[in-house]
């Protein structure tokens, strides 16, 4: 990997495990704790790229299983990779492409050496190695990439999931040796479900492999918020301190706030752009439903704390207007604003860690949620 | 009506009937040709307002059809008007929903007084009067407004279009005097399908009601467009030539063309917007259908004669992948390249009739989108 990358640790809270830190990358420099806007496809549904910009995202994320399918890494390539494709300027991580063949797709066979399943849009068969994981993203040309992980589900017994750490640390070492690109960051994937034992093997596993960064894989996949919060607990200390560390998947603000609260660095999620389309918003003031009739004729703003053009230029009336009759400004709108709320919760984080007020901001956070209208 | 409207010829072609103009409205001057970009339910699909105004629009339209259904127009009063509602602050237009009741709803019953339709929303029984017309644009609030009018289809029998040409003009009547408000401009409606007379009987019948400006309806219904073209050239020299013209739903870039050759200065069609939605974008150099699998690898832009954030940012093969896999962001950045598309042919056409070169800017641009690749 480049010196490009460096990870540098500007404070530790002196109230909760968080770290405020900065990631310089070949795209530039992500303030961490940070939050990844997903563009599965190619772009973040509904948003122009300088409007993730004014949303305050510093890095962004797309899906290798879905991009490998359509329109094909080489043609990602061949249009001048992923930054080009994706019309952004800035840091972009993709994953391996595990988790969508696992469930997505139709998985017809694993084994050590590959996976083989049937495209869910074709019904193609295709397989994934850790070696083709690695050369699918080295041809999307993202600047963050994924080893090849296996992710069970979080009702799995255990002998599963231990059979999935172990696979996924032979995996990573060959994803490593694959490595043809330098410019690259290629990190490891802790596995374990939420076996505090199996988490420490992974890790343990992974860890002289000497990635650059580490992942948390296998939560937010179906078990109880309490769980995974323990379960960070128990991860994050194992993973080297001075790397980031990336928590895949999650999640919800309070999930994330309670992630960073126990050391994780960077988190994606559909969560804001997905219930954006569903006309649900973050709000300082907790969700608002914007398709309940008691906004009919609401003048009032979305958010009274969101700078974003949702809260600025249109009413609560009007927001509902559009998710009436479907029409896109609806999910246009509410996608930028959910967007941002995302990024202001993390950028407070980042001030609030400073100030060691970690804890402090937690409580507040949660306090301003449920006081809602 | 408010003296706040006013007219300015400031060239006519000394090639054609063509006119430069600007119209002064409560919301801002409008320079003509104009071409105004269609929010049916109080947003053009896909489309910030911003990015209207870079495109370079400087009136918009909404349907009162649609409005008055969903949220209806009260709603829209009291979340401040039709401007506040669209989030635009330059001048709007509104129909006066006729057109719809014929085209969209269930018609049940026509007389001098009303017509009775059944909403195509929720098949509720409503009617429409001359003077309701009235009493909904102006809850709305739009600056400019539409008597109703009475549009029979192309392929109508002539006593159908003398009965809608004479009944438009009593309605008109009744309009005019419903009208409250001081600060909208009230349009009468010529009718009279593709008839000569019939036009001059509508024209005739109008005039003495002294609107500050004419719509010209019912053409682009069916008919050809050399039937079309004739009929302009027979209709805008017989209305006032101090006031403004507005060719009601017209059309493709030639449509506009032609017209502006025959003395109109206004129009709004929603080919620009819809066609984007279908990926058929207008170029300098004719129509491209974006799903065409040639341009997968095209690193090319769209239109290399355009400025648009979609031409400048974006390739056709990212353009193509875009509506192959279905993101909204196919539709929002063709919508965008399509309405600058327009707003540059009258722009283009704005400065060739202050050149006395209207005939020759037609013959450029049917060079031009024939040369295509």
């Known amino acids: 990997m480049s010196a490009s990358f460096q990870f540098h640790l500007d404070h530790l809270d002196a109230s909760s495990a968080a770290r405020a830190g900065r990631w310089v990358t070949p795209h530039g420099v992500v303030e961490t704790p940070a939050f990844m806007p997903v563009g599965t496809r190619g772009t973040v549904k509904g948003v122009w790229p300088h409007e993730l910009r004014d949303a305050g995202a510093q890095m962004i994320l797309a899906n290798t299983y879905h991009l490998a399918l359509r329109p094909g890494e080489e043609v990602v390539r061949d249009l001048g990779g992923l930054h080009r494709f994706m019309n952004w300027d800035g840091p972009i991580l993709t994953d391996s492409g595990g988790f969508q063949v696992f469930s997505l797709s139709d998985l017809r066979r694993m084994d050590d050496d590959k996976v083989v399943f049937r ?13 083709r994981a690695i050369q699918i993203q080295e041809a999307l040309g993202a600047d963050c990439i994924m080893c090849l992980d296996e992710c069970p589900p979080a009702n799995a017994p255990r002998q599963q999931i231990l059979e999935a750490v172990d696979r996924t640390t032979r995996w990573a070492a060959i994803c490593r040796d694959s490595q043809l690109r330098t410019d690259q960051a290629l990190f490891g994937i802790v596995q374990g479900g939420i076996d505090p034992g199996l988490r420490a093997r992974s890790a343990e596993g992974l860890i002289p492999l000497d990635f650059p960064g580490y992942a948390i894989g296998g939560l937010s996949v179906g078990e109880a918020p309490a769980d995974m919060y323990k379960t960070l607990e128990a991860t994050a200390p194992l993973l080297p301190e001075e790397k980031p560390r990336y928590l895949m998947g999650v999640g919800r603000p309070i999930d994330i706030i309670e992630a960073v609260l126990r050391g ?11 219930n954006a389309r569903n006309a ?9 439903k914007l398709r309940n009739a008691k906004h009919i004729r609401d003048t009032g703003p979305l958010d009274p704390d969101c700078a974003c053009p949702a809260c600025t230029q249109y009413s609560r009336g009007v927001l509902r207007h559009l998710f009436h009759v479907g029409e896109m400004l609806g999910p246009m709108l509410l996608s930028v604003h959910n967007l941002t709320y995302y990024q202001k919760i993390v950028r407070e984080l980042r001030l609030a860690i400073r100030e060691n007020r970690g804890q402090e901001f937690r409580l507040a956070h949660l306090a ?6």
Not at 119 to 131: A, C, N, R, W, Y
Not at 264 to 274: E, Y
Not at 280 to 288: D, L, N, P, W
């Open 264 to 274: 994780v660095d960077l988190f994606d999620c559909v969560m804001p752009t997905r």
């Open 280 to 288: 649900t918003a973050f709000t300082s003031q907790g969700i608002v």
């Open 368 to 373: 301003a949620v449920s006081s809602g209208p």
């Open 119 to 131: 495209s869910h849009i074709d019904g193609s068969l295709l397989e994934l190695t850790p070696q």
